[in-house]
């Protein structure tokens, strides 16, 4: 049985309560930083990378500390949570669009193990190979 629309014999007041916007209450969240919520890197973690060349192009230029595993999955600001990265390489793996584990072996197993340490062994291989579960 199909029904039509209600009947209203009183169109609604300005002040009714049906007519108010409903606003979901405000979540606490972070102000955005330059690029993509990009993590902002301790002192270390920018002192370990300066001077070294990205480890997928191996640009010298614009080189960040790239988060291995990112703080909102629990990261850390240990220098060990970093490796060196370019801009785009950078971008391109906080995105899921870059498999990064073939660029970190052998020189980065010490990162690579640090990484295992936050999420364990299969969500890391995940999050590292691009193939990423945000916090599952």
Not at 95 to 117: I, K, M, Y
Request: hydrophobic share 30%; glycine share 8%; with cysteine.
């Amino acid at each position: 049985m199909r029904r039509g629309p209600l009947a209203r014999h009183t169109a609604l007041r300005a002040g009714s309560k049906r007519l108010q916007r409903r606003v979901p209450p405000r979540v606490q969240q972070q102000p955005k930083r330059r690029g993509q919520g990009i993590s902002p890197a301790s002192a270390a973690q920018r002192a370990k990378v300066r001077g070294k060349r990205c480890v997928v192009c191996e640009r010298r230029d614009q080189i960040t500390p790239m988060h291995l595993v990112d703080r909102s999955l629990g990261g850390c600001s240990e220098p060990q949570c970093v490796v060196p990265g370019c801009w785009e390489c950078h971008r391109l793996y906080e995105n899921g669009q870059l498999d990064l584990l073939p660029f970190l072996e052998p020189q980065w197993r010490t990162e690579q193990s640090h990484a295992v340490e936050h999420l364990g062994l299969a969500r890391t291989y995940r999050h590292l190979t691009g193939r990423r579960d945000h916090g599952r």
